[in-house]
């Protein structure tokens, strides 16, 4: 087996492990199915050089003859969207430590190199924009708000990663913001894409939290990916962190008119609270812009895809594959 991928029936992760088989790799993908789909793997499944095990990464029993066998760990299994997280603070948590510690200890036992997947989440309610990877303060708000302790167990996940970096593991560390596209999931719990394109589709009012000017840089999954590979590949990159995704600025509200635009949906876009779906003491970040000019240094990484061009794609699929 040449690579492992943890989370792979996710939506990131499958379209990872597609990426992968088409370019020859031997490819085996472990997932507890508790967010992603086994019908994300569908046509991984036909592949001769594809494996899946349903299994969770705490699990060591599982995990360890795996991570004995592959040659480089995508580690992207992880508690992921800030709902799941704050529906199940402590699951979140537990899941997000304990599962990179078993994965990195277990790779520094066998020698295996690490790709972890962390999160724009990181940067909290930063203000320096753009975000940059190695001199943007961390800004977090109370610890009693659930919402801070996704980016908290991603920064304990990283902090692990650079730990084992200084023992001599190679390792790297990707930042995600913002991805988009095929296989996003439909209830819209990592992504508001999800859920606006779901509101449009159905016909159901679109809305938007807040006032809509809180900004995001929407990442295509074809660009996700092929930043994904380009830091594990990459000669040089490893001990580092880098920003993945798009540095295109957009307005909330203005994704829910061009996804209304594209998707010729008669729905209304609303303006409700927070708290509505979050709960109370929600706290957002304004802003989220990364810096890419690491990535494209070090990584010849850019985007590519612009967001009208990808959301047309993942309106096409969502149209064919969500319940409506």
Avoid at 6 to 19: E, H, K, Q
Avoid at 32 to 47: C, F, H, P, Q, R
Avoid at 59 to 77: F, M, N, S, T
């Amino acid at each position: 087996m040449d690579v492992l991928v943890t989370g792979g029936a996710g939506y990131i992760g499958s379209n990872l492990v597609d990426r992968l088989l088409e370019k020859g790799y031997s490819v085996c993908a472990i997932d507890d199915l508790s967010t992603g789909n086994i019908s994300n793997l569908e046509d991984a499944l036909k592949k001769p050089n594809f494996h899946f095990i349903n299994g969770s990464i705490l699990d060591e029993g599982i995990i360890e003859p795996l991570i004995e066998k592959c040659r480089l760990i995508y580690h992207l299994a992880a508690a992921v969207g800030v709902k799941h997280v704050m529906d199940d603070p402590l699951k979140a948590i537990f899941t997000n430590v304990s599962g990179t510690e078993i994965v990195l200890r277990l790779a520094y036992k066998y020698w295996r190199k690490v790709l972890l997947a962390s999160t724009s989440e990181i940067y909290g309610r930063c203000v320096d924009i753009p975000f940059d990877e190695d001199n943007s303060l961390r800004v977090l708000g109370s610890t009693k708000i659930d919402r801070w302790s996704y980016s908290t167990s991603k920064a304990i996940d990283e902090h692990l990663v650079f730990a084992y970096s200084k023992k001599g593991l190679p390792v790297v560390i990707i930042r995600y913001f913002n991805s988009y596209g095929p296989r996003i999931d439909e209830k819209g719990y990592g992504t508001v894409v999800a859920r606006f394109i779901k509101q449009a589709l159905t016909g159901d009012p679109i809305t938007v939290h807040g006032d809509g000017k809180q900004t995001r840089c929407f990442t295509y999954i074809d660009d996700t990916v092929s930043g994904t590979i380009l830091a594990a590949e990459t000669k040089g990159a490893e001990g580092d962190v880098y920003n993945i995704g798009s540095n295109h600025e957009t307005s909330i509200y203005d994704l829910a008119k061009l996804i209304k635009d594209i998707s010729g949906s008669n729905s209304e876009i609303i303006f409700t609270s927070y708290e509505s779906y979050y709960g109370e003491r929600f706290e957002d970040t304004m802003r989220r812009v990364p810096s890419t000019k690491k990535a494209k240094d070090v990584l010849s990484f850019e985007a590519k895809v612009d967001l009208k061009t990808g959301l047309t794609k993942t309106i096409d699929w969502c149209r064919k594959n969500y319940k409506l």
